[in-house]
């Protein structure tokens, strides 16, 4: 049976910005697969709060850079609802600190960064892309700066990003105009990822950084991405093939003219 809501599939929704985006989608009318890969607890809560906003919601387990995971999300969302009218990709990884420098750097740490940022989105838009031109639905890849300016937390993530914004644009021209396909690429994020990636004390000292050296002087909050992405997901009709930089101007090279 199809249901008569229209139906969200958010990967890395257990937390941080796609719990963020997953509780604003169940607020606009959207039932909402809140894909997780470990922070099943976490998960769990999301999908609550989706159901106390409106919404019915669904938690399931699943690593995007496993192909029969992503089939199995998107048979989930079809069996439970019948159709799924936006998937947003949000289930990403870095390597940050020690483990980023040339030297540390190899095959395996490149791959597994390349295999969920880059892969995994290919795989997710392949499991759910016949059922969202039959919705005429959109996506969301939910990349980063570092894919448009060259930096970030480590060359894999960056190399990552890039390619996942030369994707978006690819897929904006090869499945209009059923499809929408748009990225969002925000820069620090006050987010646990961070934090995790980072320790407390290089956030802190980053996170001052990055607001000292943008024009905007304030870093991303969860969201403050959430809400980008549900306005190309629900709002921006005629958007498509958008790289929309939530850097604060970064960009723009510095804060020189700002007075």
């Known amino acids: 049976m199809t249901t008569a809501r229209k139906v969200a599939l958010v990967t890395g929704a257990g937390t941080g910005v796609g719990a963020a985006t997953a509780l604003l989608l169940a607020g606009k009318g959207y039932d909402v697969l809140v894909n997780y890969s470990r922070s099943a607890g976490e998960a769990e809560q999301s999908a609550a709060a989706c159901r106390e906003a409106g919404a019915d919601a669904l938690a399931m387990q699943g690593d995007v850079a496993a192909e029969a995971d992503c089939r199995a999300l998107a048979a989930a969302a079809l069996a439970r609802w019948g159709r799924i009218d936006a998937l947003v990709n949000n289930a990403g990884v870095s390597v940050f600190g020690e483990a980023a420098k040339w030297e540390a750097l190899n095959a395996e740490v490149f791959q597994r960064v390349l295999a969920v940022n880059t892969l995994g989105t290919f795989q997710m838009v392949r499991a759910c892309v016949e059922a969202l031109k039959q919705a005429r639905g959109c996506i969301v890849n939910v990349s980063s700066v570092a894919g448009a300016l060259g930096v970030g937390s480590s060359m894999p993530y960056i190399a990552s990003k890039g390619a996942v914004n030369a994707m978006t644009l690819h897929l904006a021209r090869a499945l209009a105009p ?5 990225a969002v690429c925000p820069g620090l994020i006050t987010t646990r990822w961070f934090v995790r990636g980072m320790g407390q004390e290089g956030y802190e000292a980053g996170l001052k950084a990055y607001e000292a ?23 921006a009709k005629t958007v498509t093939g958008e790289l929309l930089l939530l850097d604060s101007g970064m960009h723009l090279g510095g804060v020189q003219g700002r007075r």
């Open 178 to 182: 059923a499809v929408r396909v748009n």
């Open 213 to 235: 050296g943008v024009p905007l002087a304030r870093a991303c909050s969860a969201d403050d991405v959430a809400e980008a992405v549900a306005w190309l997901v629900d709002g």
